[in-house]
Structure formats: C-alpha cells, structure tokens
C-alpha cells in the first residue's frame, strides 16, 4: 500500500463515524484518490498532511476530463471534506461545490434508470451469497447493505420481510409486502444459502464482503446495483395504479385528472415505504414526476 493510502486509511480507522457502508464507501473513495494524487505525478505526497488545495483542483480538473459522473463527484468531495474535517485542514477544500465548476445534480429528469436484473446474470453470479443477495435486490428492492446483511430466518414472516433497523439506511426498519411467486423462489434460495445467518459469509465482515460483491456484480454487468430499487419501484407503481410510470412513457403529474392524482399519490407513499424513505417526494428520482 502506497504512503498516501495508508494515511488516509488511518484517519479512516481512527473515524467510526457512520454505518458499515458508509464507512466503507468513504474508505473507498478516499483509497480512490490517494491512488490519483499519485497518478497524477504527485509523488512526493506521502500523507494526509501533505495535501494540498492544489492536489484537489487536480483531482477535481482530472474527474472533469473522464467525465465522471456529477454525483460521484459529490460523494468524492464529501469524503475529502470529511478528511479535511478529521485532520484540521479546513481550507483544503473549498465549502461550496460549484468553486469547482461542480453543476448541480439533477434529481428528476424523468428517465428511465432501472437496471434489469435477468436470470441470466443473476445464474452467472458464481458466489452464492452474492447470488441471494441479488436476487432479493431484484425482487423486494433492497439496498445493497441490505441484501448482504439479510437473515431469512429473522426477516421472512411469510406474508411480508421484516429488515432490521441496523441493516437500513438511517436506522429505520421497515416491512415489505411478500406478493408473487418469483420472491417466494428468492427468498428460499436466501433461506438455503445462509441457513440460521446472514448472507455474509461467516469468515468474513461486512467490508470484506462489499469488495467480493462489487467484483462479482461487476463481472455480470451488475455493477450499478441500485437500478434494481428504480425497477422495483417502476413495478409497483403499474401495480398499485394500472399504468407505467412517468420514467417509462406513462402520463407526467400534468396530465393526470383528479381521481388519478389520488391514486398517484397513495401509490407513491406505499412505495417511499417499501423502499424505506420518508417522504412520498423522493419517489420521483425512481418513477419520475
């Protein structure tokens, strides 16, 4: 492991702050950018206190130039400030994203950004957990953190999953209706494969496990697992409504009569529910508006 690598991990190690995938995520992407400060022909940068705002114009200018994504760009930034936070070098980043020429991120756009989780790639998943834990995301629209610290045993209530508050995002359990064949099938798969457990393997922890699940997702085309949330949540919506959701050809809010804006309405606070948010609105950055 290089000298920048290693210092930013120590930070990493000496911060709790945040869940499992937080945690995690943040490690990631600090790792990330210690590997491209290098890259980038900064060699004498050995550790956090090296770092300079000029190392972050750089990284920023370089992420520009490969297109990456607004919002990854977000998350990486949000790291660095927590870095900068944790070491006492508040004017290594600049407050305000846009100092950067960072755009604004675009929440609704009323596209379609579900991925399809098929048989085929889910039967080309050679590690078993992964493989439940893909298979559950596909049908009841799991979280990755989620669908790898699911225990069957606990969450399967015949009817319905209970998740555990420590396995969701903001601490917030929640129930999810069991409605067709194809999640029984999930969910015994799950049963099979983990036993009385989780789907973590039992010789590893949870960030050990995330690398083996971002590989093996990956080499199926699965790596942008959280478009199957936005394919659970476009399902539900032609369930609960009998029409396709905005993000897939169906009528935008304007369109809609009255009895329709109701329907719309109570469709899409059942889905915040399932998908374990708590507000109606952010429902449109999966079924759109």
């Known amino acids: ?48 206190h090296d770092l300079k705002p ?9 992420w520009h130039r490969e297109g990456i994504a607004t919002g990854t760009i977000k998350n990486r930034m949000s790291a660095l400030r927590w870095l900068a936070d944790k070491v006492g070098q508040t004017d290594l980043v600049k407050p305000r ?6 755009a604004d991120r675009v929440y609704v756009t009323n596209q379609d950004k579900s991925l ?3 048989q085929q790639r889910i039967d080309a998943i050679s590690h078993p957990q992964v493989q439940a834990s ?16 699911f225990q069957p045993v606990y969450a399967d209530r015949g009817d319905h999953l209970k998740l555990k508050a420590s396995w969701c995002k903001g601490s917030r359990e929640r129930d999810i209706p069991i409605r067709t064949q194809s999640q029984r099938d999930a969910l015994a ?21 995330v690398r083996t699940f971002e590989n093996q997702m990956s080499k199926v085309g699965l790596s942008r697992s959280h478009g199957a949330r936005h394919a659970y949540a476009q399902t539900r919506y032609r369930e609960l409504t009998g029409r396709e959701c905005p993000a897939r050809g169906g009528k935008v809010s304007a369109q809609l009569n009255q009895a329709e ?4 309405g109570q469709a899409r606070m059942t889905i915040s529910a399932e998908l374990g948010h708590e507000r109606k609105g952010i429902t449109a950055s999966y079924i759109g508006r």
């Open 189 to 209: 798969y799950a049963h099979k494969v983990a036993g009385t457990g989780s789907l973590i393997p039992r010789d590893k922890n949870y960030v050990e496990h």
């Open 1 to 48: 492991m290089q000298d920048l690598n290693y210092s930013m991990k120590k930070v990493c190690d000496r911060n709790r702050d945040g869940s499992h995938a937080t945690r995690s995520n943040r490690e990631r992407m600090l790792g990330q950018c210690a590997s491209q400060v290098r890259a980038l022909g900064f060699r004498d940068t050995k550790t956090v």
């Open 116 to 118: 399809s989780f098929d």
């Open 54 to 62: 000029k190392h972050v114009h750089k990284l920023v200018e370089s």
């Open 261 to 264: 804006k109701t329907q719309d």
């Open 134 to 149: 893909a298979m559950l995301q596909r049908e009841f629209g799991l979280r990755r953190e989620e669908a790898m610290k």
């Open 97 to 102: 994203n846009e100092q950067y020429g960072i």
